[in-house]
């Protein structure tokens, strides 16, 4: 047996002191227990610490703040229907007008119900329940209960009378149509007083019913049809009990005495409300058949004007079971708490003009729902100015999707409106379990109309399960949204669909962007393939399910959905493969290094070199500007190119612009810039075509070039070593190393100008850049082009590796063209703003000799001078047209530069 740590007197050592208090938000609180207060108890067996076992302690004193008395430790039925009740929900909510059990108990002079002094004797009963159910009262004044006067009318009723006036302890006070715990309300259809059950509350006392109301009600019996004899509380007013029959003294013509008069209104926050009754809309009515008093029960016919007493209806004296329902909702519980904004029954179905549903005039046939609703939920409407909703213009919204489309447009009944998603009346928040939009319920509710994808949705991976942590699993507004449901077919849902795929796999989402899909779906191409098209919609499972659509069995087929001719190694292209991963993709991680690697010591040589070079380029400018003299008309030139290397250059120029402007689109597709230029260009299909059209372009030169060489070879009648390592080749050798090491000591001041030959090491390098440029960025290009020939004889992942050489090999060759060559041809100094060789093939003598001595000296000395040494004179118009194409091909060259820089820094 355990030994109690202290007993009663051990507590009234302390709590018999009448000065004894303690401080509760900033309120003194007694603790004063007056000596034999407990001796009177129904408790007076038990020790303080019996109730308040947190005082149990070994030491004294105990806590400063007790925790509530938990009485369900010993009355657990009473407690637990308590909290089933409305009273013990109010509890539960910490609604700060709830009772609890030492309210209505009291808490240490706790006497038996059968003592007068007692809070529940049976004459105490009605006083007690007044405290709070009377007018003026907080409860009256924080919630909207259907009955008023709730005190003063039951005082005035027979069981008041005969309780008061009688003192009839046999007479019905609140708990005997109430209940003692389970306290619910009329809507509640367990509730003791619901239209349902009340005759049975009614018979405690009133036996043999049937046999009372025999002759008055249609001589028919009570249980015969159940709703055809009205309740008990229909005739007499649930509170205000008479004998007579209120029914049967007023008539609905009395009430149409007045209410048919135009002018009659009553002020109501001093706006004039009209009270006029029309005559014909109560025949139109489905409530044609009921009278006046049978709505407005709480009339008293015993006054001058009987309705001088009515409040506002009760539609749950009918409608008991919809009744219930709304009131469980959130439209509901904001009418209880009095929320100005929370619709009633008459806000939808309305007053005397009450239609049934399936009338096309009424505010509740299906086609008027969604503006009924839109009535409150839109922007700025009531339901957003005290309701704290997710959705806040609904209305607008629904009607712009596609159900709301198919409803106003197309007259289509069968769309969803508010009701089906929401049901009729209990309209629920999202996180409210109960709720059809609860996650939990959300695909059933959709189910209802989408019965196909519901079956398929429920057995695959993103089936709604419990979820865990961080792991939420989707549900159909995760990708459809809520009320701005477009048709899956439209390009908003199309361009929609990997955003809302990347709300939970970001890391895929972000790889999936860096692919050729990816980045046309960025530039708006909707006919990409997304996520959905080879993961499926709705039939979603994991790769090493065989159900799903990427497994080994299937993974061909929905490759081949796009790619007729794939197969099993064309499959093998890792989609969602990244160079970051060295672990999981070493070839790709290694790949992107090297290139990276490349560029950055190509960028980083050239840029020293042109930095280096700028000084003695400015030099020059200077002393140019000095010597230089205007020669009109004809003036002797060194033919430095052949027409076909002239037209051959026209068609590099033109399509590399086209390359570099179209792959650069692609390659930086996250950009804005990028989707602009996509758009200005017709897309990202046509980007792709144009894209297409110049490599045809540049495979074509670089043929025909390979093609003239060897010409050249053979018509020579030269060895392969010689023409390739000739003196006058482009291949590098040794005098290109002298002339370089020359240059920089000449850039830094400590050597003379080099004597450049036929080709300087710089155009020697910008050569086989494109030269280079050509195999590998073609090479790879082909193998994007037609993956599934390639992947015939190669594995997929290859197709992976090309597709870094071949966008990081072409951001090089743009940057190092469009940098690096037009500083070395156009920009430098003494050429701006540009050097026209390439376009007329010819220099001027003065200017060859100075730039090129060694090549001028070996003409002279082997008489070949006279052979490339002409008279010319270019007309002003044609160096015009060169210099505005020149002009054009310089500036899409910087400007893509800059933006290609502005991505890199700023993305």
Known sequence: ??????????????????????????????????????????????????????ADVEEFPHPDTLQPVNCGECHDEPLTNFLGGVHGKAFLANDRNAPDCAECHGTHQIISSSDPKSLTY??????????????????ARSYNIPEHNIIENYSQGIHGKGLFNSGLIVTATCNDCHGNHLVLPHTNINSSISQKNIASTCMKCHARIEDVHVKVINKELWEKKPGAIPACTDCHPPHKVEIQNIVANISDK?????????????????????????VNDLVGSAHNNITCVKCHSDVTANIARPCETANKIDCSSCHAEEAEIYFSSGHGTAYFAKDPNAPYCTDCHGSHIVKRADDETSPVFRSAVPKLCGSCHTENGQATETADLKEKNVYYDYSNSVHGKSLEKKGLLSAAICTDCHTTHLNLKEEDERSSINPANLAKTCGQCHKGIYDE?????????????????????????????????????????????????????????ETYHGKVYQLGYNQAA???????????????????????????????????????????????????????????????????????????????????????????????????????????????????????????????????????????AYMDWAKFLSNQIG??????????????????????????????????????????????????????????????????????????????????????????????IGSTGLMLWFPEFFTRFLPGWLINVAQIIHSDEALLAVGFIFTVHFFNTHLRPEAFPMDTVIFTGHVPVDEYRKDRPHEFEELRKSGKLAEVMVEKEFSKQKMRWIRTFGFIALFCGIVLVGLIIYSLLFH
């Not at 049976?122 to 409860?139: D, F, Q, S, T, Y």
């Not at 009659?264 to 009270?275: C, E, G, P, R």
């Not at 701005?484 to 972000?510: P, R, W, Y």
């Not at 045809?696 to 010409?711: A, Q, R």
Request: charge should be positive; hydrophobic fraction near 35%.
């Open 1 to 54: 047996m355990q030994l109690q740590a202290q007993s009663n007197e051990d507590c009234a050592m302390c709590h018999d002191d009448p000065d004894l208090y303690t401080l509760r938000s900033g309120r003194k609180l007694s603790r004063y227990i007056p000596a034999g207060i407990l001796e009177n108890s129904v408790h007076s067996y038990l020790e303080c610490i019996s109730c308040h076992t947190d």
């Open 457 to 513: 949705y429920t057995q695959s991976e993103h089936g709604h399960k419990d979820n865990m942590g961080d792991q939420k699993f989707p549900t159909c507004e995760t990708c459809h949204s809520a009320h701005q449901i477009s048709n899956v077919h439209e390009d908003k849902f199309m361009s929609e669909i990997t955003s809302q795929c990347g709300q939970c796999h970001s890391e895929l989402a972000e790889t999936y962007l």
């Open 530 to 668: 997304r996520c959905s098209d080879c993961h499926g919609a709705h039939n979603i499972y994991r790769m090493d399910n065989q159900k799903s659509t990427i497994s080994p069995r299937n993974i061909v087929g929905t490759c081949k959905k796009c790619h007729e001719d794939a197969n099993m190694k064309f499959t093998g292209y890792l989609t969602h493969a990244t160079h970051y991963d060295k672990s999981k993709f070493p070839w790709l991680y290694y790949t992107f290094w090297a290139m990276t690697g490349l560029l950055l010591s190509v960028f980083a040589f050239f840029g020293l070199h042109t930095l280096l070079w700028i000084p003695r380029s400015l030099g020059a400018m200077i002393k140019k500007k000095k010597k230089h003299k205007k020669i009109e008309g004809k003036q002797m030139y060194i033919r430095r190119f052949s027409k076909k290397n002239r037209i051959t250059h026209i068609f590099i120029i033109v399509s590399f612009i086209m390359l570099a402007l179209t792959g650069m689109i692609l390659k930086f």
């Open 122 to 139: 049976k004459m105490n009963i009605p006083v007690l329940c007044a405290k709070c159910h009377r007018e003026g009262a907080p409860v």
């Open 683 to 776: 897309g990202a299909l046509i980007a792709g075509r144009i894209h297409r059209i110049a490599a045809v372009i540049t495979f074509g030169y670089f043929i025909f070039h390979v093609v003239s060489l060897l010409k050249i070879k053979f018509n020579h009648g030269v060895t392969f070593s010689k023409f390739i390592f000739g003196s006058n080749s482009l291949m590098f050798n040794r005098k290109d190393v002298q002339d370089f090491w020359a240059s920089i000591k000449w850039f830094i001041g400590i050597g003379k100008r080099p004597k450049y030959g036929r080709w300087t090491y710089w155009e020697k390098f910008d050569y086989f850049a494109v030269f280079w440029g050509v195999v590998v």
């Open 254 to 278: 009395t009430c149409l005495t007045c209410h048919e008069n135009e002018a009659l209104h009553k002020i109501v926050d001093n706006q004039q409300v009209s009270l006029t009754v029309n």
